[in-house]
């Protein structure tokens, strides 16, 4: 029903920058919220950010002032914005989306993946 396909990850320095773009397709109307999350090499995935329809966000504690997560809703497009990257934000970056479906059961997607290495 929805899709989502992440873009943008890659091979930064210490205190550089990269932007995530995740492109939802399908039934994009259903969508409730979206968000970041990431998993780094023997760790368990974590929540980056969030953001729900009226825009507002969260941001997890560590990468607060240095992550921002925004949403374009007519272009179906979610973003992460990193700034002051460091080497500990190394991870497989995953987009992921949320709706109530038939009888309001919960349901959600996520993306592929894509990779962020941060190197010292």
């Known amino acids: 029903q929805v899709q989502l396909v992440e873009s943008g990850g890659g091979l930064v320095q210490a205190g550089g920058s990269l932007r995530l773009s995740c492109a939802a397709s399908?039934?994009?109307?259903?969508?409730?919220?979206m968000g970041w999350y990431r998993q780094a090499p023997g760790k368990r995935r974590e929540l980056v950010a969030t953001?729900?329809?009226?825009?507002?966000?969260t941001i997890a504690y560590d990468m607060k002032g240095r992550f921002a997560c925004s949403r374009d809703n007519a272009k179906n497009i979610l973003y992460l914005q990193m700034d002051s990257l460091k080497p500990e934000d190394t991870a497989v970056y995953y987009c992921?989306?949320?709706?109530?479906?038939?009888?309001?059961?919960?349901?959600?997607?996520w993306g592929q993946g894509t990779p962020v290495s941060v190197s010292s």
């Open positions: 992921h989306a949320s709706w109530l479906g038939d009888r309001e059961r919960y349901m959600e997607v």
């Open positions: 399908g039934s994009t109307f259903l969508i409730n919220a």
């Open positions: 953001i729900n329809n009226d825009g507002r966000t």
